[in-house]
Each structure stands twice: as structure tokens, then as C-alpha cells.
């Protein structure tokens, strides 16, 4: 499975090690039909209501072995995030976690999630 990485799970950042022993593709950008919210110690990715951007993140082939443990990590059970398809450049067939709850009130990144957030603020 193919999965688009956008903050946390991202090289360098603190959740980086959940993809060990997994495939780094590339650089990879959405299409420009999405926006980033700040959550605080991460960011939430969500389908733009009116005018979208190019979300600049992570491609990555990960083992489907790995889903679950990811799902648990990104709250999918409690309804935090979602797994579903987004659309990449360049590419058919990726995944992305989605934000569930209400971003009205929170603040907007722009395209690219640079926070260093530290692992346990999480």
C-alpha cells in the first residue's frame, strides 16, 4: 500500500520510527484540493471546503502488516483521523490520514507541516 505522510510520521519528525523497515518513494505533493489545520503537537489534513492546495509531504510503501498498528497511532477508532484515498501527483492508488473533527478554529500551516514536535507532547 502506498501512504502519504504529512506531519509527524514524516523523516526527522518524532513518529518517524513507525516507518522503519518500511519504503521511502519520494517527495511527493497533492493535488490541490486539501488543507492543513494545526492541532498543536500535529496537524490535521482535510478536504478544502472552497479553494484547496498542493499538501507537500511523504510517499511511502508500507507493508499491510503495518496498517493496524498505524490506524491505532492515528486514533481511527475513536474517530481522530481517517484512512482513505487522496489524490497525489503523479501517482494512483494512495492513502492519506484525514481529520475528522471540527477545524473552524484552528489555525492553517499553509502547504508544508515543519513543527518539530517533540514525542512526548503526544
Keep these: ?3 502519504f505522510v504529512y506531519g509527524t510520521l ?3 519528525h518524532c ?3 513507525v516507518l522503519d523497515g518500511q519504503t521511502f518513494l519520494r517527495q ?3 493535488q490541490p484540493r486539501y ?3 494545526d492541532v498543536g503537537p500535529y496537524p490535521a489534513l482535510v478536504e478544502a471546503k472552497a479553494a484547496g492546495t498542493a499538501i ?3 510517499l511511502w510503501q ?3 502488516a503495518l496498517i ?3 490506524d491505532d497511532i492515528e486514533g481511527v477508532d475513536v474517530n481522530l483521523f481517517v484512512r482513505r484515498a487522496i489524490e497525489v501527483e503523479g501517482e494512483n492508488d494512495v492513502v492519506a490520514y484525514f481529520y475528522c473533527r471540527d477545524v473552524t478554529s484552528l489555525p492553517d500551516p499553509g502547504p508544508r507541516w515543519d513543527k518539530m514536535t517533540p514525542f512526548a507532547e503526544l
Excluded: Q, S, Y
Design 1 to 3: 500500500m502506498k501512504l
Design 10 to 12: 514524516k523523516r526527522g
Design 15 to 17: 513518529r518517524a520510527f
Design 28 to 30: 511527493a505533493r497533492t
Design 35 to 37: 488543507r492543513l489545520h
Design 56 to 58: 507537500e509531504g511523504e
Design 62 to 64: 508500507i507493508d499491510d
Design 68 to 70: 493496524e498498528k498505524l
